[in-house]
């Protein structure tokens, strides 16, 4: 089946929704915000055209199948990661450096979350660590 293009007015018309990121003839980019929204909306039971149309959303202009893998991916990334499976991190993943200086307070931030994180793994090493050992105790006694 062919994928529904959008006209230009439809393009305009989308674009004047806040929960569009970006859009085109081609394909929508919905906002964080709005993944958000759809999920909690979701798990009240509320079905996938309501939350669209309730959101501002012309599901005729759309598509239903788009409304609908939306909703799938969506829950997907959800059930996965969490919320944080619901942000667009194409932004972040172009495979290309960065080009500008990081301040300061950007760097300090980065290397305290790189502290926290090898904090956690040793805490988790450890525990695999004495888990490990107990079970070769356990093991050993045993014989």
């Given at each position: 089946?062919?994928?529904?293009?959008?006209t230009?007015?439809?393009?305009?018309?989308?674009?004047n929704?806040?929960?569009?990121?970006?859009?085109?003839?081609?394909?929508?980019?919905?906002?964080?915000?709005?993944?958000?929204i759809?999920?909690?909306?979701?798990?009240?039971?509320?079905?996938?055209?309501?939350?669209?149309?309730?959101?501002?959303?012309?599901?005729?202009v759309?598509?239903?199948?788009?409304?609908?893998?939306?909703?799938?991916?969506?829950?997907?990334?959800?059930?996965?990661?969490?919320?944080?499976?619901?942000?667009?991190t194409?932004?972040?993943?172009?495979?290309?450096?960065?080009?500008?200086?990081?301040?300061?307070e950007?760097?300090?931030?980065?290397?305290?979350?790189?502290?926290?994180?090898?904090?956690?793994?040793?805490e988790?090493?450890?525990?695999?660590?004495?888990?490990?050992?107990?079970?070769h105790?356990?093991?050993f006694?045993?014989?």
């Open positions: 089946m062919p994928k529904k293009h959008f230009s007015k439809e393009v305009k018309s989308l674009s929704n806040p929960y569009v990121k970006s859009v085109s003839s081609k394909g929508i980019t919905y906002t964080d915000e709005f993944k958000r759809f999920v909690v909306e979701d798990e009240k039971g509320k079905l996938p055209r309501q939350i669209f149309e309730e959101n501002g959303f012309d599901v005729e759309l598509g239903i199948v788009r409304v609908h893998r939306a909703a799938s991916r969506w829950r997907a990334a959800y059930n996965k990661s969490g919320v944080l499976g619901l942000r667009d194409r932004k972040d993943n172009s495979g290309r450096p960065t080009k500008r200086e990081f301040s300061l950007e760097k300090n931030s980065k290397l305290e979350a790189q502290t926290l994180l090898l904090r956690a793994e040793n988790l090493l450890k525990k695999l660590d004495m888990i490990c050992f107990f079970y105790v356990k093991i006694v045993s014989m």
